[in-house]
């Protein structure tokens, strides 16, 4: 089983500060790799796809990038939208999730 | 406009039983695999069962310990979820999902496991 380290668990930022979040794979998954956005009592939002392609219609202030076994989501200029938990997702073999970063505004 | 809607949810006592049901339209299901993934209250993401386009291949979570069934109606374009033996830590909301490219989640459903 692949396994999905992400961190850190929670952060706190101030609003136009540059976020990073990392996830690591237990082995190689080449891109396979999403980022998602979920907000409270909603569905996980896809904004990343393949490491680094964002989804339509998602801000560019998010991005993704890495390949085989490191990962990092970043968030340009955080907003106050834009609290939510996000998680990473390896799909390479089945599916496997980070554990999720719990992103509030300080 | 791709739509999955999950039904199927609700109250059970432990030991009992629950067939969780996931509707898609907006695109060849057929053509796709598709997953269930399940959040409990609190917690992260979970993924627990993938079925191939065809039915032919299915895979679960090593933590379900053979409760669970997946299975798919491609005439129906639906997939299902059979939950046997139900236990609290069942407690969750139920995601299917389609696989990529482009995945699509549906919006859940809650399923209770409590006396």
């Known amino acids: 089983d692949i396994q999905m380290t992400q961190s850190p668990s929670s952060l706190s930022a101030s609003v136009g500060d540059r976020v990073t979040i990392t996830c690591q794979a237990s082995?190689?998954?080449?891109?396979?790799l999403n980022w998602y956005q979920q907000k409270s009592g909603r569905a996980p939002k896809l904004l990343i796809y393949?490491?680094?392609n964002l989804e339509t219609g998602v801000p560019s202030r998010f991005s993704g990038s890495g390949s085989g076994t490191d990962f990092t989501f970043t968030i340009s200029s955080l907003q106050p939208e834009d609290i939510a938990t996000y998680y990473c997702?390896?799909?390479?073999?089945?599916?496997?999730f980070g554990q999720g970063t719990k992103v509030e505004i300080k | 406009e791709v739509q999955l809607v999950e039904s199927g949810g609700g109250l059970v006592k432990p030991g009992g039983s629950l067939r969780l049901s996931c509707a898609a339209s907006?695109?060849?299901?057929?053509?796709?695999?598709m997953n269930w993934v399940r959040q409990a209250p609190g917690k992260g993401l979970e993924w627990i069962s993938s079925?191939?386009?065809?039915?032919?291949?299915?895979y679960y979570a090593d933590s379900l310990k053979g409760r669970f069934t997946i299975s798919r109606d491609n005439a129906k374009n639906s997939l299902y979820l059979q939950m046997n033996s139900l236990r609290a830590e069942d407690t969750a909301v139920y995601y299917c999902?389609?696989?990529?490219?482009?995945?699509?989640w549906g919006q859940g459903t809650l399923v209770t496991v409590s006396s």
């Open positions: 999902a389609r696989d990529p490219p482009s995945v699509y």
């Open positions: 907006g695109f060849s299901f057929s053509s796709y695999s």
């Open positions: 079925i191939s386009s065809s039915g032919s291949y299915i």
């Open positions: 082995q190689d998954i080449s891109n396979y």
């Open positions: 393949d490491a680094s």
């Open positions: 997702q390896q799909y390479d073999n089945l599916w496997t």
